[in-house]
């Protein structure tokens, strides 16, 4: 039943042949102008996502699974001091050796990096899946039920939103203590509102619907309306928040370790970053400690936008002023 | 009339709900006994130290339930009191801090808007001109990039590029330097906040001034012989800048989280050194104050919008 509502780019398996397709429909529009004249380019234009979106999932899943299989992976030790070499002292600079230099202890750049990516990753990750979980669950049932519930529910948003999101985190991490499971769930709690209201307003743009009175009028109850209708529905455009949320987590997570808030053990990009250049000196003369995390982070906050932007325009998503 | 109480009304209740929110948390979760009196506040075996405890409670109103607390330090700060630096000699004002450190987070935060707003504005205008051509896609995936590198990042690559290796411009702040100086020692932090903010309005005011291009009037003026850019600056313009507006007051709420942490590699001692500071040395009011005054502001900024937004177009108000 879901499947009429959804929206029409749902069923296209094939983006390259796609993106094919698009470039040959505007000039066979122009032909035969005479037949609805742009309505088939516009579909076509939304139904793409360019290769662009392929290249950044490429590069994530190649981050990701670097993060998790770090352990197995044929790389030295990130904690480990290499041994110096002869009349030259550490930090080297990048080279076959070390593909991203060593540090000032002369440890492998490239292996931290790598294990860096774990602690970040896995605070994007847990912050949107709590946000999500959390604002995602809150914003549908306000969405759904309206009246006294959503008021509250909109207003705890609004109280969330009207702390600028650093200041919050900040007063979290400093309060409480700065373990990972911390900082995760801070940074959840601060994408809750932002999920919540996309949420929200997804879930009344479709709880009117001809599906869902009709799934009422064969005795559906709530619960099984907003399971089994609604949440498919809600669920798939929000993926393109998830990876836009992801990066701002990630990004976020840079921040608090450059106001000395970051998670305490292991290394995370942030804290990376932070470490090459705490002194002017040591970025004078080893600037690739910070600048290999920094193009890292950088390229992948970039794909997670861009893979996240292209999937928005995909579904369509829009925050409705509703 | 109605609507502007219940703007106003709307605004005042967050703002308690905010204040009583961190203001809860900072007693729930923190120790402020111990923030006063340091290791003592464990001590209650030692009878003097008991007498001390009961006199720094008595004294802070620690033996008063948290509400009454909060009322009492309410009253307090909407006065300008704030309370004082317990991990200073001498235990100054809080005040005395927030007035020498607002300035200059005040001052990046109006510099880096500035740059932000000058570069936006015209790069969007030429941009909307030349929609979907090459150079627009470019300056699309331009604006793209210079979004996705965070405020620490850019602040470290500029930091390297022109203070050191270029040499134009200090390594530091310098309290005592003369006013011009100091302005141009804010510069390069500025840029720092006022690059990912100039990416994000050129994008929101071309999608708006590309959807103006295409409305009725447009045509009209065109037709009549007005020039392509006379249409852009005089006609296009003012009406694209609604959401403009929205999205200035929204991003100043994330430039300030940007400060903070800029200032902490420029090494520029505003609000973000303050608050750091705060937090390593556990001193609970200039935390307080703080967190305080930048939501405060936050929440006055969004009222702020809201006004200038019914201004501009009274069918909000209807809303």
Do not use: C
């Not at chain 2, 850019?229 to 007051?249: C, E, G, Q, Y």
């Not at chain 2, 973000?272 to 040395?281: C, K, P, Q, S, T």
């Amino acid at each position: 039943m879901t499947d009429l509502t959804r929206s029409s780019g749902h069923d296209t398996d094939h983006p390259h042949l796609d993106d094919a397709a698009a470039s040959l429909v505007p000039a066979i529009a122009g032909i035969e102008s005479h037949e609805v004249p742009g309505d088939g380019t516009e579909v076509a234009a939304k139904r793409r996502v360019g290769w662009g979106f392929w290249v950044s999932v490429a590069w994530i899943a190649m981050v990701v699974l670097a993060a998790i299989l770090a352990p197995w992976l044929p790389i030295d030790d990130p904690e480990v001091t290499q041994p110096t070499r002869v009349g030259e002292r550490p930090p080297y600079p990048p080279g076959s050796e070390f593909w991203f230099g060593t540090d000032q202890l002369n440890r492998d750049m490239f292996s931290r990096t790598i294990w860096g990516a774990r602690t970040s990753l896995t605070v994007g990750f847990v912050a949107i899946a709590f946000g999500m979980l959390v604002g995602g669950t809150l914003g549908m049932l306000a969405g759904y039920f309206r009246g006294k519930f959503d008021q509250g529910v909109s207003f705890v948003f609004v109280v969330l939103l009207s702390f600028p999101a650093l200041v919050l985190a900040i007063l979290i991490t400093a309060l409480l203590d700065r373990s990972l499971f911390t900082i995760s769930v801070t940074l959840g709690i601060l994408s809750v509102a932002p999920v919540g209201r996309v949420a929200r307003a997804s879930t009344i743009s479709f709880a009117d619907r001809e599906f869902v009175l009709a799934s009422r009028t064969l005795g559906a109850k709530n619960p099984r309306i907003i399971v089994r209708e609604l949440l498919p529905n809600v669920v798939i455009p929000m993926s393109a928040l998830a990876l836009l949320g992801m990066a701002v987590a990630v990004v976020a997570e840079g921040g608090l370790a450059f106001l000395g808030l970051s998670v305490e053990k292991g290394s995370t990009w942030g804290k990376l970053i932070l470490n090459g250049a705490s002194s002017s000196r040591d970025l004078q003369e080893a600037p690739w400690m910070s600048f290999a995390p920094i193009i890292v982070l950088f390229l992948t906050v970039l794909a997670l936008n861009f893979a996240g932007d292209r999937l928005r325009d995909y579904f369509d998503v829009k925050e409705a002023a509703l | 009339m109605r609507f502007w109480l219940q703007r106003l009304g709307a605004a005042i209740l967050l703002l308690l709900t905010v204040s009583a929110l961190t203001f809860g948390a900072m007693n729930i979760l923190g120790d402020p006994l111990f923030n006063i009196l340091g290791p003592i506040a464990g001590d209650t075996e030692n009878p003097e130290n008991i007498a001390l405890i009961e006199a720094a409670e008595a004294e802070y109103n620690l033996d008063k339930p948290l509400p009454v607390r909060w009322v009492i330090w309410l009253g307090d700060f909407v006065t300008g009191d704030f309370g004082v630096q317990f991990s200073e000699d001498g235990q100054p004002p809080v005040s005395d801090l927030i007035a020498e450190r607002l300035p200059r987070t005040l001052t990046l935060l109006v510099m880096a808007q500035l740059m932000a707003v000058f570069i936006s504005i015209p790069w969007a205008l030429w941009s909307a001109s030349k929609a979907n051509r090459p150079v627009d896609r470019a300056s699309t995936v331009l604006t793209f990039a210079m979004i996705a590198l965070p405020n620490f990042a850019l602040a470290v690559v500029l930091k390297y590029v022109f203070a050191i290796q270029l040499g134009w411009f200090p390594l530091a702040f310098t309290a005592n330097d003369p006013f011009w100086s100091r302005m141009w020692q804010m510069v390069l932090p500025a840029i720092t906040l006022a690059i990912p903010a100039a990416a994000v309005y050129q994008r929101l005011l071309r999608t708006d001034l590309i959807t103006t291009l295409q409305e009725d009037f447009i045509l009209t003026a065109r037709s009549k012989g007005v020039s392509r850019n006379a249409v852009l600056f005089k006609h296009a313009l003012r009406p694209s800048l609604f959401s403009f507006v929205t999205i200035f007051a929204i991003n100043t709420g994330a430039l300030i989280g940007g400060a903070l942490i800029v200032e902490n590699v420029f090494l520029i001692p505003g609000l973000g050194r303050a608050i750091v500071e705060a937090i390593l040395r556990e001193d609970f009011p200039v935390v307080l104050a703080i967190v305080m005054i930048v939501s405060a502001a936050f929440v006055i900024l969004n009222l702020l919008v809201d006004i200038i937004y019914s201004l501009i177009d009274p069918r909000v108000r209807a809303a």
